[in-house]
């Protein structure tokens, strides 16, 4: 069985910004920041053209998913101890165990997960591409998408998506 993609890696694909991991024994990195880079692989259907997607249609959407992240503090909503409150005077009261941080409220992302892993981060920027591809070029058959989110050279984390629901359901099946 045949298989086409693209792969796209730029050096401009990148976000910095602030967290702390929660660990299984419930101890806690100190806030601290990463310089992320994203890289994706998009899997999908040669065109009548020759082409998966056009790498000028793909490219300013990662981008503009990364600038969204870029300079914050991402926080984690759907943690099971992490607390967040957004007061009305713009800020925000973040807690954990005996921690306590106030930020303005302009300055954090909640993320819809449990932890600000780099997978997590790999997760929310595939999930989003996915969707945002969907919606601004709607055809367009994507297949297999995987994202990846490094924190250091040689270090990073992955989400895969080879989900049908990706694909025009035109070309279900198909492949």
Not at 105 to 125: G, K, R
Not at 142 to 165: A, I, W
Request: charged share 25%; with cysteine.
């Amino acid at each position: 069985m045949e298989h086409w993609s693209i792969d796209i890696e730029k050096e401009y694909l990148k976000f910095s910004c602030a967290h702390f991991l929660i660990f299984p024994d419930g101890s806690k990195e100190r806030l601290h920041g990463h310089n992320y880079h994203a890289a994706c692989e998009i899997g999908g259907v040669l065109s009548q053209f020759g082409l998966v997607i056009d790498f000028k249609m793909v490219k300013p959407i990662i981008k503009a998913l990364c600038d969204e992240l870029d300079e914050h503090w991402i926080i984690p909503g759907q943690h099971r101890e992490l607390t967040f409150h957004h007061r009305d005077d713009g800020h925000t009261d973040v807690s954990y165990r005996g921690c306590r941080y106030l930020a303005p409220t302009d300055e954090i992302i909640v993320l819809p997960c449990n932890n600000t892993s780099a997978e997590n981060f790999a997760s929310w920027l595939g999930r989003n591409l996915c969707t945002r591809l969907r919606e601004s070029f709607g055809r367009v058959s994507v297949r297999r998408l995987r994202m990846s989110v490094s924190e250091t050279k040689g270090q990073c984390g992955v989400y895969h998506n080879s989900d049908d629901e990706t694909a025009d359901p035109a070309e279900r099946g198909r492949g």
